[in-house]
């Protein structure tokens, strides 16, 4: 009789504890990643309010970053104490950066952006920025990404654009002297997301986006959503994952090593630091 409660007892703990990590981001992570198990790298008070990542070409020994109250490029090695910057600009709601051509580009809320040489950044004296207004439509901003030899931005919030339907987003080029042109659009599809997680309709506002360089599938993250969505090249929704407030704070960055590893960056607040989290691909067996 003892035996068999307490047998009872070990499996009602084994299903409250299976229920509890499904909690924890909706049941599901995408195919090769755990959302419940990262390694977490706590952050300085300088990147408190840390926002975008980027790695240079999938580099996984220096990670870029920038936060969104100052002016300011960061760069090191994840799990280093030692974190080196260079100012590039004043005062101002920085949102993301991307590294492409040798070139670094930060995004700021309102859709400008800036680049400069990642010469100048390491050596610590940023010299050469050049800065480009109205470049993109009238809106707020957070995501950037390079992949190939283009940049992608995607609108979080934009004038004349219905969020319940679709988020518009942005291909631009960038030359080797650090010009920005547009080159091209594209659309996520609000409506499909909604409907793979069983809502009738829903504001999709997004934060973030990278390239998988294993499967080239892009990952999407909103913090103001709570989710990750996965979408093919062609932009076409595949998935939504709900990911939860207790792991991610407030979930800004997003960023894949050549390996396919995936770091999530969020800001900290009076209490939690900023932190950046890595999760391991695992291949399938």
Request: contains cysteine.
């Amino acid at each position: 009789m003892k035996a068999a409660v307490i047998f009872s007892l070990l499996l009602i703990g084994m299903i409250g504890s299976s229920c509890s990590q499904n909690k924890t981001t909706g049941g599901k992570s995408p195919a090769g990643y755990d959302l419940n198990n990262p390694v977490k790298y706590q952050m300085g008070t300088d990147l408190l309010e840390i926002s975008g990542i980027a790695f240079n070409k999938g580099d996984n020994s220096t990670l870029y970053a920038e936060q969104d109250e100052e002016g300011k490029i960061f760069y090191f090695r994840p799990g280093d104490t030692k974190v080196n910057q260079a100012k590039f600009g004043k005062t101002g709601d920085y949102e993301d950066v991307a590294i492409l051509n040798e070139q670094a580009v930060i995004l700021r809320s309102d859709g400008s952006l800036f680049s400069f040489p990642l010469s100048e950044v390491k050596a610590g004296q940023i010299n050469s920025v050049k800065e480009f207004k109205k470049i993109l439509p009238a809106g707020e901003y957070e995501g950037l990404h390079a992949d190939g030899n283009k940049l992608y931005a995607l609108c979080k919030q934009c004038a004349g654009v219905n969020h319940n339907k679709q988020c518009n987003g942005y291909i631009l080029n960038l030359a080797a002297d650090g010009n920005i042109t547009q080159s091209g659009t594209f659309t996520i599809d609000v409506q499909k997301i909604a409907a793979l997680i069983g809502k009738a309709k829903m504001k999709f506002h997004p934060s973030a986006l990278a390239k998988n360089p294993l499967t080239k599938q892009w990952y999407v993250l909103s913090s103001v959503n709570k989710m990750i969505v996965v979408l093919d090249e062609r932009w076409n929704v595949l998935q939504a994952y709900p990911i939860s407030p207790k792991v991610f704070l407030q979930p800004e960055g997003i960023a894949f090593d050549r390996q396919g590893n995936l770091y999530i960056s969020n800001e900290g607040d009076k209490i939690t630091n900023g932190n950046v989290l890595l999760f391991k691909y695992a291949k399938a067996r």
